[in-house]
């Protein structure tokens, strides 16, 4: 059957076999009818009804028809408006009594049955169009402000006024006052589908680390949504010219139990490998920067839960919450927010004793923490050879972006593999650079113990407060010059390397 003018009817529903005029109402079956005119229109509580004349079947069998049971009729409701519009003007111009042909109250003209957004394309057409630009400020000082203005009139009047521009009846500044109703309609539907884009990102990525870490993303600050051609992992992506060794190197023979590896570090992996036992019995790393960790592998007799597999599966149970910086650094990584409820809740317990107040506050502060040696997120992404990386990496600088990770903890100037999370990365692409910086990276052998392929490992390098912003830093070059004065900093910040490494200056606004 052919798409137009059908009609599907649904007498127990919205329609009625009862005209509004008075005919009587006349059993119609359910099912599609081929719609042959549109003969009437009149307004009532519910925005109005159409009267059908449907084909092959007699004027008597005519219905009123609520707009939503009307399908495949746009062509149809879009002649039959501008003919009772045309009928209407006609009948103001002929007479004083505002009668039509067709015995119509003027304001029976149906509302113009297109689309909001094709009547104001229509209207822009008319009127000149809005400027992205202006759409993009309005965006931003908005959010400068907090403030997320809603679109001040009703539908209606939008309605009325786009119609009546379009026929040339509104005044320059009517028209201007439409402009900015419009203007304020665009910035809150961009803001609505940034939201809903947002929303959907993180729902994707969360399901992709189960939640661990949970994370959530918000953007404050201007209309950048989700990063194209970027997809989520939780584990590295090998380039097909890198291999990764398979064959897992010698493991521990040590007990099963939790403790096992950690009460014999003497004899178990990291030493075996001569170097020390990394971490402490709460899970810490406690060696510092540059010292590679040599985790329990799956040679070992040691269960999931031995104290020597810390970073291996990069699962870890942080709140972390992707955000937008204000101050043109891109997307940041942090840690999330206290919710204002758990904080009420606790003020509500405690409000009325200052000394269990000070205790249960103490504890709070302590709950906040990311405490220092604490794992908090593997850095993972594209595998590469290095002649690639230094191809990718002149686009990248170029660009004054780059998500390249050199794995030059053997030698800083001849290193074979990079990591590149520009395509395929996990959180800690996020991670800005700073100069006094709270994470470090360690590199952590596992079953690949080639000492060019590491997993990176991100642990904080002091306490965390929650929403703090995570960051490491880019180039240690950079972080030997701590002893040197502000001063000396900005200065370097903006002549040396950055964290792109070129074109970009370094905002971290730390105080070195
Ligand atoms: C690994 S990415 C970090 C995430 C990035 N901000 C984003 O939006 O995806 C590194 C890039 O972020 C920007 N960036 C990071 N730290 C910065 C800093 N301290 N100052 C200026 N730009 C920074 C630079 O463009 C750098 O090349
Ligand atoms: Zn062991
Ligand atoms: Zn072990
Ligand atoms: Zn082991």
Redo the contacts with the bound molecule.
């Keep these: 059957m052919s798409n137009v003018g059908l009609f599907l009817f649904r007498p127990h529903e919205t329609s009625s076999t009862e005209s509004l005029a008075g005919s009587e109402s006349l059993e119609v079956p359910e099912g599609e009818w081929e719609i042959e005119e549109i003969v009437d229109f009149e307004w009532d509580n519910s925005g109005g009804r159409y009267q059908m004349k449907w084909k092959d079947w007699d004027a008597e069998f005519n219905t009123w028809e609520f707009r939503s049971n009307l399908l495949h009729c746009d062509e149809e409701l879009l002649r039959f408006y501008r003919k009772r519009k045309e009928e209407a003007r006609a009948a103001l111009e002929n007479s004083k009594y505002v009668e039509l042909p067709t015995k119509k109250l003027v304001s029976d003209v149906p509302p113009d049955p297109r689309p909001f957004d094709v009547r104001v394309q229509e209207f822009y057409d008319v009127s000149g169009r809005l400027a992205e630009e202006d759409i993009l400020n309005e965006f931003q000082q908005q959010t400068l402000k907090c403030l997320h203005a809603k679109p001040r009139w009703r539908l209606g009047k939008v309605n009325k006024f786009i119609e009546d521009a379009v026929d040339g009846k509104l005044s320059d500044d009517e028209v201007k006052a439409l402009k900015n109703e419009l203007l304020l309609i665009e910035v809150d539907t961009k803001r609505k589908s940034l939201l809903t884009e947002i929303k959907k990102w993180e729902n994707h990525i969360n399901m992709i680390t189960g939640g661990r870490p949970k994370i959530t993303i918000e953007n404050e600050v201007d209309t950048s949504g989700p ?1 194209i051609e970027f997809e989520f992992v939780n584990e590295n992506v090998f380039a097909n010219d890198v291999s990764i060794p398979t064959d897992s190197p010698l493991g521990c023979d040590c007990e099963t139990d939790r403790t096992s590896c950690f009460g014999r570090k003497s004899k178990c992996c990291a030493m075996k490998s001569g170097y020390q036992f990394a971490y402490t019995k709460c899970r810490r790393v406690k060696l510092s920067q540059g010292n590679p960790i040599y985790e329990c592998n799956s040679k070992c007799s040691c269960g999931p839960e031995c104290l020597n597999r810390v970073v291996q599966d990069g699962k870890s149970d942080h709140k972390l919450c992707i955000f937008r910086t204000s101050n043109g ?4 990584l942090k840690t999330l927010k206290v919710e204002t409820r758990s904080i009420e809740w606790c003020c509500l317990l405690v409000y009325s004793d200052l000394i269990l107040q000070t205790i249960f506050g103490y504890l709070f502060l302590i709950l906040q923490l990311i405490k220092r040696g604490t794992f908090v997120t593997l850095y993972v992404g594209e595998v590469i050879q290095s002649d690639e990386a230094e191809r990718r990496g002149k686009d990248y600088d170029e660009a ?4 390249l990770f050199d794995l030059d903890f053997i030698d800083q100037d001849n290193y074979p593999y990079s990591v590149d999370s520009t395509k395929y990365g996990n959180v800690a ?6 100069c006094s910086p709270n994470l470090g990276v360690y590199a952590v052998y596992v079953d690949c113990i080639n000492p060019n392929l590491p997993k990176l490992a991100m642990f904080a390098v002091r306490d965390i407060r929650r929403n703090e912003e995570l960051t490491f830093d880019y180039d240690l070059q950079l972080s030997e010059s701590k002893s040197q004065s502000e001063e000396e900093h900005e200065k370097e910040k903006v002549e040396k390397e ?3 490494r070129k074109n ?5 606004g730390a105080l070195v």
């Design positions: 990063p650094r891109g997307w940041g004054g972006c780059t998500y692409r996020f991670i800005n650079h700073s950055t964290p792109a970009t200056k370094c905002f971290c």
